[in-house]
């Protein structure tokens, strides 16, 4: 069974849209922490929700670690909470939970800052967060560096637009979990949310299981193959070109040769090319996702820092990341009204988006210090 993004886009609007946006003065990064309920009651010491969720993020915008950023607060005399109170508070949820909570977030920034019906090009990304400790569950591996080949993998789903990567969907993946049954999954509830012009994918993805799915769900899809020599036979001498190709002997699809000055790239489609010897349109979609790396290094670039073996503190911490990124890239959104922004407590503009984070923070301090 699908948990998190699967689940919750089958409900009602009303059940995973529950709380309001604050406004700008009233900083809604600390209201989309309080939406994946990082909420603690006051306890002895006197520690108010706020200050547990300004660690958080103070954490992930300085991109350091809770303990160092409550040891910064309290050797200025400033009274907050541990980090392992912070992070006790974390991980009384599962994986499953926090995923729901927070695709529900990513959903409800989603659903004011997109057109419903605008052809969309979508993208389907596995990005990893380098891992040093034993393995797990969530920890896979991955390829040799930087001192591991372990990684906690996450699964991405994101609308790619002129303004940026607008992530839709964040899934934490298990070492053993079948990413072709998943991924069709997504996809089926995806299309209820969007309108499908292209799926993109990366050659993590170039698997039979995979490509069976996405044939069976009927979305028009590139993914980007390995560049195998047995390749070469199908195009003989050919330089840019798609013949017709089966994948594991069983699943036909197009076979597309694209060459340029950049050397040889290989990509599998179920959309049939207008002229074979045209492979211009399907290397020009797939380079869009260019903008899906640059997404990834701002994502990790706002993500606290942890050693934690704990898979529900990797995920909290890299879905607090994609939220904050989201709300960057709606706000580059020139449709949307000057009310909608209020809704998710959008600052007038994307070039406002770091003084909109230092108001954030500072307003956090005077709190604590008062």
Not at 65 to 77: A, I, M, N, T
Not at 128 to 145: A, C, E, F, H, Q
Not at 347 to 370: C, D, E, S, V, Y
Request: aromatic share 12%; proline share 4%; hydrophobic share 40%.
């Amino acid at each position: 069974m699908l948990t998190g993004f699967a689940a919750q886009t089958a409900a009602p609007q009303e059940e995973y849209c529950p709380v309001n946006y604050i406004n700008f003065d009233d900083i809604s990064p600390i209201r989309a922490l309080e939406e994946l309920g990082l909420k603690v009651k006051e306890g002895d010491r006197g520690y108010p929700d706020f200050h547990h969720l300004l660690l958080v993020l103070f954490a992930s915008v300085l991109r350091s670690s809770l303990e160092s950023v409550s040891k910064s607060f309290r050797d200025v005399g400033l009274d907050v909470p541990s980090a392992d109170a912070v992070l006790k508070n974390i991980t009384k949820k599962t994986v499953n939970v926090l995923e729901r909570l927070i695709n529900r977030v990513l959903l409800k920034i989603f659903s004011i800052a997109w057109i419903r019906g605008i052809p969309a090009v979508v993208s389907m990304d596995l990005t990893d967060i380098l891992y040093y400790g034993k393995s797990g569950d969530y920890v896979s591996n991955t390829k040799p560096r930087e001192g591991t080949h372990k990684a906690f993998k996450f699964l991405t789903v994101s609308v790619v637009s002129t303004v940026g990567k607008f992530v839709l969907f964040v899934k934490l993946v298990k070492q053993d979990e079948d990413i072709g049954k998943l991924t069709r999954r997504i996809v089926q509830r995806l299309k209820k949310l969007v309108n499908i012009k292209w799926l993109i994918l990366d050659k993590g993805f170039y698997t039979k299981s995979v490509i069976y799915g996405l044939k069976k769900e009927g979305v028009s899809f590139i993914i980007a193959a390995p560049k195998y020599k047995s390749f070469d036979r199908y195009f003989e001498g050919k330089k840019s070109s798609c013949v017709r190709y089966r994948v594991a002997k069983r699943f036909p699809v197009w076979l597309i040769r694209h060459v340029d000055s950049k050397g040889v790239v290989y990509y599998v489609s179920n959309r049939k090319p207008v002229d074979a010897g045209d492979t211009s349109g399907y290397h020009r979609r797939y380079k869009r996702r260019w903008r899906i790396e640059v997404a990834f290094r701002m994502i990790k670039a706002f993500m606290a820092l942890t050693t934690s073996s704990n898979p529900v503190v990797r995920l909290f911490f890299f879905g607090f990341s994609v939220i904050l990124y989201n709300l960057f890239i709606a706000s580059n959104f020139k449709w949307l009204k000057p009310e909608e922004k209020a809704k998710l407590g959008l600052p007038t503009t994307g070039r406002n988006f770091t003084q909109w984070l230092l108001k954030t923070m500072i307003t956090g301090i005077i709190k604590i210090a008062l």
